[in-house]
């Protein structure tokens, strides 16, 4: 059986999750649940980053320790996983023992081979951001006002204030690396998703590479350098093992079956220490590199970027007090291609799902459904004969069927879902086309007979290509096309259920009842 990893970044425990947050682990469970009906061995990790300074300034300032803190976030992340039907195999804590086991592996890892040696850091840090930069990297950014970052003392990507550090630290010999990850990225043109990220990943890796301080001294909230306590190892590092510790790493068997990756799904903010660090790092460490990584665009409200400190922050748990989770997830996924940055209105979510899913789906199941009710008591008739314009559908969901896996497979989610709602518009103009109203007072029970069979069985394929999109919605979708309660859209396969045809006539649907109500 294939295998099939993906990944979401461990999110940080300083704050509560929020929108950003919930997009990312969509977006993979959405990959996850297509793969698992394509019969593939998915293992789909999301967790938690716990250590860092950051997460320990945050606890400080609420008098609690960092475990508690990270004990009372991991609890939000636990319960609001279910809510959005979020379907992952493991959770990572990087607090916990095998992670930090498998952490001090990697770095062991890395310095027997060489790649880690000891000297001294005197440079600027970002704390939110948990960044080194360098003197001429702040010079070189400006602040506004024909200022520097270097001037303001700002930190050139979240543009709040840096620090200064003066302390021993071990180094990664990241300068080591340069030619090799430029070969790996022209080798490999999968490797960095979208293309414009590829690209500002081989301009910064050709502007020149220089080793990265990867220990601090002057906290103790992380996993501690093996043989040298007074070190706690730079939180990147740590966290980017996650995706290796996550498949019990160093133990070999989960680690053989999984590893590598295909798939880091992130955020574009966090490219950089994916595209660049982690790779440099498993070269390092003699292990292959992940097949993909892809990095999305931006969630802002009312065009910035969404963010505690800015108090804009959306926040699942008010979202989903309005809408239903596969709403959301529809909508996040559908409305902005996934590499770019989208503003989120509730606005937009409303004419979305009014537009496509109450008055497209919802539509057509309810008057398919109705109609089969009216004419044939929902008993689903026989086909006896098909017209050229009966298999153009046919031929459509079956077109339709290969190119939602071949976007998928680039992470075209909104290619995928306007690809599904091409063959619902399709079966709209069908019924429109057809007319079995008319056909009903002509008394053409053949030709009602093919249109109602073709319009539920249709359905039935509508709702399993949605199904990874919306569990919860398609599964109702089935109970009505189905007369089944017991469908579960978390085991549906494509291979058992994707052939056209396997309605049987004879079959008895439910009555309708809406899945899509609109919205007011
Ligand atoms: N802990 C690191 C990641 C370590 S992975 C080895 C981190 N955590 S985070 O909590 O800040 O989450 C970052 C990720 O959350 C982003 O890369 C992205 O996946 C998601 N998002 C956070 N804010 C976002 C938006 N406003 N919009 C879309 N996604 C964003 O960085």
Known sequence: MQSYYVTTPIYYVNDEPHLGHMYTTIAADVLA??????????????????????????AEKRGITPIELADQVVQRYASLWPELSISHDDFIRTS??????????????????????????????????ETYWTETQLQDATAGEGK???????????????????????????????????????????????????NEVLRFVEGGLRDLSISRT??????????????????????????????????SAKTEQYWPADLHLIGKDILRFHAVYWPAMLMAAGLPLPKRIFAHGWWTVDGEK??????????????????????????????VPFGSDGDFSENALK??????????????????????????????????????????LIADIEAMQREVDEHLNQQAFHLAIERISQVVRHGNRYVADNAPWVL?????????????????????????????????????????????????????????????????????????????????
């Open 33 to 58: 649940r297509h793969k698992r009906m394509m019969e593939h061995d998915v293992f789909f990790l999301t967790g938690v980053d716990e250590h860092g300074q950051k997460v320990q300034q945050a």
């Open 96 to 129: 916990s023992e095998r992670h930090q086991a498998g952490v001090a592996e990697m770095w062991k890892l890395l310095l027997d081979n060489g790649s880690i040696y000891k000297d001294f850091y005197e440079d600027w840090y970002c704390v939110p951001c």
């Open 148 to 198: 520097s970052c270097l001037d303001t003392a700002t930190c050139p990507d979240c543009k709040r204030s840096v620090e200064k550090i003066q302390e021993e630290s071990y180094f990664f010999k990241l300068s080591d690396f340069q030619d090799k990850l430029l070969e790996h990225i022209h080798n490999n043109p999968d490797f960095i998703a979208p293309e414009s990220r590829k």
């Open 218 to 251: 002057t906290f103790s909230w992380g996993v501690a350098v093996p043989d040298d306590e007074g070190h706690v190892i730079y939180v990147w590092i740590d966290a980017l093992s996650n995706y290796l510790t996550g498949l019990g790493f160093p133990d």
């Open 306 to 335: 969404m963010s505690k400190s800015k108090g804009n922050a959306l926040k699942p748990a008010d979202l989903l007090e309005r809408y239903d989770a596969d709403t959301l997830r529809y909508f996040l996924l559908r409305e």
């Open 351 to 392: 004419l979305r799902y009014n537009s496509e899913l109450a008055n497209d789906v919802g539509n057509l199941l309810n008057r398919s459904l109705s109609m089969l009710q009216k004419y044939r008591a929902g008993v689903l008739p026989e086909v006896s004969e098909e017209e050229p314009q009966d298999r153009a």
């Open 440 to 520: 009903a007072k002509e008394g053409n029970e053949t030709r009602l007979n093919t249109v109602l069979y073709h319009l539920v069985e249709a359905l039935r394929l509508i709702a399993l290509q949605l199904s990874p999109f919306m569990p919860t919605k398609t599964q109702q979708m089935f109970h009505q096309i189905l007369n089944d309660e017991q469908v579960d859209t978390n085991n549906l396969h494509f291979h058992e259920q994707a052939g056209w045809g396997l309605l049987k006539s004879g079959h008895v649907c439910q009555k309708p009842s809406p899945v899509f109500p609109r919205m007011e």
